[in-house]
């Protein structure tokens, strides 16, 4: 049995050409080639109504679990 690399179950992590730089559920870069970009808030409160717990530009923890 082969023993991947774990990562949460989002897509984008079994996608060799993922069109966002980080991943939306653990904030992992899933594709380095995508350039980083500063967004501003408006796009942040937007992806934290879509629950989305990483900004997939910037990689920035929107919604805080503890
Ligand atoms: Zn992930
Ligand atoms: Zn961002």
Same mark, same amino acid.
Request: include cysteine.
């Given at each position: 049995?082969?023993? $991947?690399?774990? $990562?949460c179950?989002?897509? !984008? $992590?079994?996608?060799?050409d &993922?069109?966002?730089?980080? %991943?939306?559920? *653990? /904030? =992992?870069?899933?594709? &380095?080639?995508?350039?980083?970009?500063? *967004?501003?808030? +408006? =796009? $942040? &409160?937007?992806?934290?109504r !879509? #629950? @989305? !717990?990483? %900004?997939? +530009? *910037? /990689? =920035? #923890? @929107?919604?805080?679990?503890?």
């Amino acid at each position: 049995m082969i023993r $991947h690399v774990e $990562h949460c179950s989002n897509y !984008n $992590h079994s996608r060799p050409d &993922a069109p966002v730089r980080y %991943c939306p559920m *653990c /904030g =992992e870069v899933v594709n &380095a080639k995508v350039g980083q970009k500063p *967004c501003s808030q +408006d =796009e $942040h &409160a937007k992806s934290r109504r !879509n #629950q @989305l !717990n990483f %900004c997939v +530009d *910037c /990689g =920035e #923890q @929107l919604i805080k679990t503890s």
